[in-house]
């Protein structure tokens, strides 16, 4: 199963559309709540990421036997310093999104901790792709 879903930058009227939706489809077909929740979390967090520091962008959801994964795509402008912005707490958000409540520079270690796997590629002035997996073992069932 594989389904992609726009995301609009600056859209923060439909920002957390994504995730709810995914959140959605991820119940019907009977996936855990705990993977559920995890993956809830690294696709809101991609989501905000493209509207708040990027331009437009895209997520895809495949479900397969292997596991699910999650790719976030956006057409630029791309990370700089990818290992200064995986720090806790470096943001470059504006005042303005920091009023609303955003830009505390959590985004993506929070990725990184939910997922199983995390990849991130970002070209200055091409885009950022980040794909994440996520394992369906029997443990979390
Ligand atoms: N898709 C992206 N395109 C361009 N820059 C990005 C993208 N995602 C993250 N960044 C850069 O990496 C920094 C850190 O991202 P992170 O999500 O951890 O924090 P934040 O978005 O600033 O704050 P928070 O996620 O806590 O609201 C951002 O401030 C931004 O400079
Ligand atoms: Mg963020």
Known sequence: ????FPIASDDFVQAGEASSKIKRILKQIGIPSGIIRRVSIAVYESEM??????????????VSADGIDIISSDQGPGIADLELAMQEGYSTASEEVRRQG???????????KSCDQLNIESELGKGTTLTMHFNLTESEV
């Open 102 to 112: 955003f830009g505390a520079g959590m985004g993506l270690p929070n990725i990184k």
């Open 1 to 4: 199963m594989k389904m992609s």
């Open 49 to 62: 990421n493209i509207v708040i520091h990027a331009s437009d962008g895209e997520i895809t959801l495949s």
